[in-house]
């Protein structure tokens, strides 16, 4: 009899501590009863009924990332290109997770396929190219109002890849070659440019500066020359104050011109003119000199 009360025991001990459960901070419990939806348990220390009671589900609260693969779809213009998405989303609502949809991971990606065939579909080539941002926006907002009575909130969405066919890839590559090419012979003819501007600018700066030594020459060799004009008529004016001032008389005039024939006298010249009166010479010293006394 002790036996079977130790085993009796024993059993439900080891019922109810199976039936203990200790719910995580990132996780949430969906309990049923019974076969119904019971309550929905949150962290902290729970237990529940044995037999009767049961973990119908275990849902991950954490944000979450899905990466589909490549999905092929076809422009507006007619292009089939392969694009593949990434979803970031979370889960809200643990019962509606549970009882909204069967197997809600393969229904958000059979819906984000949908809609991104819808949104490319309205598109061109070069639009789907430039508008990720677009795309990302539009597919945000479709599967988070869609997905909102599955308990799921699809917080970001972004186009991971466009591939487009291999032919319009060798367009491209082309026309982005023609491109670079394009834009440097646009540097090279720039360069040039400034380069005969600035030659250009060299010359001209040369002729300038050429010049202006020129004219600054020119200009020191009047001043030179005007200088010595006023020195000589500087040095004429104090000879006649010199011969006014020491009163020369008619005896040193004739005496002096006496001298000066006797200069000349010496000198190579072969012929020498004597003029017959050398009063009159006298006559025109003195003339000078009454000119220099006004």
Request: charged share 25%; glycine share 4%; hydrophobic share 45%.
């Amino acid at each position: 009899m002790l036996y079977i009360v130790i085993a009796v025991i024993a059993f439900l001990l080891i019922l109810v501590v199976t039936n203990i459960r200790i719910v995580p901070q990132s996780e949430a419990f969906i309990i049923e009863r019974l076969g119904g939806y019971m309550t929905t348990w949150q962290v902290g220390l729970r237990v529940k009924l044995p037999l009767v009671d049961r973990v119908a589900n275990r849902v991950s609260l954490k944000e979450r990332v899905l990466d589909f693969k490549p999905q092929p779809v076809i422009t507006k213009d007619n292009i089939t290109m392969m694009i593949d998405t990434v979803i970031y989303f979370q889960i809200t609502d643990p019962k509606l997770y549970t009882y909204g949809v069967e197997n809600p991971i393969n229904a958000i990606e059979n819906l984000s396929a949908t809609t991104l065939r819808n949104i490319i579909g309205e598109l061109e080539l070069d639009g789907t190219l430039t508008s990720r941002d677009i795309i990302n926006s539009r597919m945000r907002s479709i599967l988070d109002e869609a997905t909102d009575p599955w308990g799921i909130k699809v917080n970001r969405v972004e186009v991971k890849n466009i591939i487009p066919p291999s032919s319009i890839q060798e367009a491209m590559e082309k026309q982005m070659r023609a491109e670079r090419e394009r834009r440097e012979s646009i540097l090279i003819a720039e360069g040039q440019k400034q380069s005969s501007i600035l030659v250009a600018e060299g010359k001209k700066q040369a002729l300038i500066l050429d010049a202006e030594a020129k004219k600054e020459a020119a200009i020191r060799e009047a001043e030179g020359e005007a200088q010595a004009i006023m020195a000589v008529q500087k040095a004429t004016a104090e000879g006649l104050t010199m011969i006014k001032n020491v009163g020369v008389d008619q005896a040193v005039i004739r005496l002096r011109s006496l001298s000066t024939f006797e200069k000349v006298a010496n000198g190579q010249a072969t012929k020498i003119i004597i003029p017959s009166d050398l009063q009159n010479m006298a006559g025109l010293v003195t003339s000078i000199t009454e000119i220099a006394k006004k």
